[in-house]
């Protein structure tokens, strides 16, 4: 069982930068792919970045250049800092362990954190 905890989430202006927090429970943390998701008023959630066991990082191609994921296993903590922040990002974000793969894939993780929310003001 993993239990994960977002935070950091906040308003900022356009080009702004928020680093979003992601704490989990569990002994097997480091084995976990763990992903950050996005979902905006009245539109599907969407992949944004993940990183896997061996830190190995994807991203969507939305935030590409701008948004960095990372962890630290020793804390149990993944990260999502957000730079060159535009209104098109204001989203609740949610972070997601999964052991399964494709890791751009919502349905193959199994814990999900309650999500922060972010808003880029124009």
């Known amino acids: 069982q993993v239990q994960l905890v977002e935070s950091g989430g906040g308003l900022v202006q356009t080009g702004g930068s928020l680093r979003l927090s992601c704490a989990a429970s569990g002994r097997t943390f480091s084995s976990y792919t763990m992903g950050w998701f996005r979902q905006a008023p009245g539109k599907e959630r969407e992949f944004v970045a993940a990183?896997?066991?061996?830190?190995?990082?994807y991203y969507a191609d939305s935030v590409k250049g701008r948004f960095s994921i990372s962890r630290d296993n020793a804390k149990k903590t993944v990260y999502l800092q957000m730079n060159s922040l535009k209104p098109e990002d204001t989203a609740v974000y949610s972070c997601a362990a999964s052991l399964r793969g494709p890791v751009i894939i919502d349905r193959v993780y199994d814990y999900w954190g309650q999500g922060t929310q972010v808003t880029v003001s124009s």
């Open positions: 990183i896997n066991w061996s830190s190995g990082t």
